[in-house]
């Protein structure tokens, strides 16, 4: 298995977009710290307000670590009327993935 790989929607509110892309910087690298092998944050270019957090780990208890923990809680009370709620995150397992790297080395995905 290549992991799982959760999905964190978050929808900002008016006039905070970038701004908040600097507070996610923030949280999501904290991550790896609860045992995340990679991380990432996208940016919707058709609705600057939308972000996508999401992180690959092996056991969902260590998500759940990062997730519930004082770090992210501390971060969701400095943040949290900047983001619409509820956050519902979704887990997903990673099925297939492939990249030009790979490729080049004369792997398949």
């Not at 992180?55 to 923990?69: L, N, Q, S």
Request: hydrophobic content about 40%; glycine content about 6%; overall charge negative.
């Amino acid at each position: 298995m290549a992991g799982n790989v959760v999905h964190i929607p978050w929808y900002v509110t008016f006039f905070r977009g970038d701004r908040f892309e600097e507070a996610l910087m923030q949280i999501a690298p904290l991550a790896l710290r609860f045992g995340a092998s990679e991380y990432s944050i996208y940016r919707s270019r058709d609705d600057q307000y939308r972000f996508l957090q999401m992180a690959t780990f092996e056991d969902k208890a260590d998500f759940e670590r990062y997730w519930y923990g004082d770090d992210f809680n501390d971060w969701r009370r400095d943040f949290s009327s900047w983001y619409q709620v509820p956050i519902i995150y979704s887990w997903n397992d990673l099925v297939f993935q492939g990249s030009l790297e790979h490729a080049a080395n004369g792997g398949t995905a």
